[in-house]
């Protein structure tokens, strides 16, 4: 049986998915820096207000489940949202210009760094909730 989707769990895996593939694009960059004609490249940011508003609006229940009784809790889909596309990129700042290694390498410091506070939310959340339910 899945447990239930969480809505902070929902919006801060979607925030690590988008720093993840945000780290990837800034690879790329940094990989390509000496390629001649390259553009550097960015993930549009991530719209914090629709991936909250995917994480708690209320979704189909899983098959099987059924709330019968008023007492029940409803549990909303396993979706995660945020989803991203390929056709997420866009040009960096700094287009038909060299790939500056070095705004490359603050980027992806930055992005490692919200990567990292995202993960440690997660992982506090996670264990807030073993404190509640009595599991060490």
């Known amino acids: 049986m899945n447990l239930p989707s969480i809505p902070l769990l929902d919006v ?4 690590m998915s988008w720093l993840n593939e945000r780290q990837g694009v800034l690879a790329q960059n940094v990989a390509n820096a000496d390629t001649p004609g390259y553009v550097a490249q960015d993930i549009k940011p991530l719209d914090f207000a629709k ?3 995917n994480a708690t609006s209320p979704t189909p229940l899983s098959p099987g489940l059924a709330t019968t009784d008023p007492r029940h809790i409803a ?3 396993t979706q995660v949202p945020g989803g991203l ?3 997420d990129l866009e ?6 210009e060299a790939v500056s290694s070095e705004e490359e390498m603050i980027k992806v410091a930055d992005t490692q760094a919200q990567y990292q506070a995202a993960a440690n939310l997660y992982s ?3 264990d807030m ?4 339910i009595g599991t060490p």
């Open 129 to 132: 909730m073993r404190t509640a």
């Open 124 to 126: 506090k959340a996670v």
């Open 75 to 77: 549990l909303p889909g």
């Open 12 to 15: 801060l895996r979607a925030r």
């Open 91 to 96: 040009d960096s700042s700094t287009k038909n």
């Open 51 to 53: 991936v909250l508003e």
């Open 85 to 87: 596309n390929p056709d």
